[in-house]
């Protein structure tokens, strides 16, 4: 079953903007911690961003400073917003959560986004 889809992928030129967005059909979500991911083709998967259940956030070095993680809790989602973005954040991006002690292996489909002039 689909526990996490993603959407609002798609191209955008270099220095701007994008929002993602990943709904997650899980009970007790606001228990969940919540990440984005990013797979660039032929590069490993690699985490970016990650909000914890209390609201803490960390942030990858390479996108320190031009993303922003969030949740709405009500709504069953968080967001990556995508600023001053540059043609290396080219991948397709994945939501995970984590309740407990467990990361979840099921992943979505993911979204794909393309920076390109």
């Known amino acids: 079953q689909v526990q996490v889809e993603e959407s609002g992928g798609g191209f955008v030129q270099p220095g701007g903007s994008l929002r993602l967005s990943c709904v997650a059909s899980?009970?007790?979500?606001?228990?969940?911690?919540m990440a984005w991911y990013r797979q660039a083709p032929g590069q490993q998967r690699e985490m970016v961003a990650v909000?914890?259940?209390?609201?803490?956030?960390v942030y990858s070095d390479s996108v320190k400073g031009r993303f922003n993680i969030s949740r709405d809790n009500a709504k069953k989602t968080v967001y990556l917003q995508m600023n001053n973005v540059k043609p290396e954040d080219t991948a397709v991006y994945y939501c995970?959560?984590?309740?407990?002690?467990?990361?979840?292996?099921?992943w979505g489909q993911g979204t794909q986004v393309t920076v390109s002039s």
């Open positions: 995970r959560r984590k309740y407990g002690i467990a990361w979840s292996e099921n």
């Open positions: 899980v009970l007790h979500f606001s228990l969940h911690t």
């Open positions: 909000v914890d259940s209390v609201g803490k956030i």
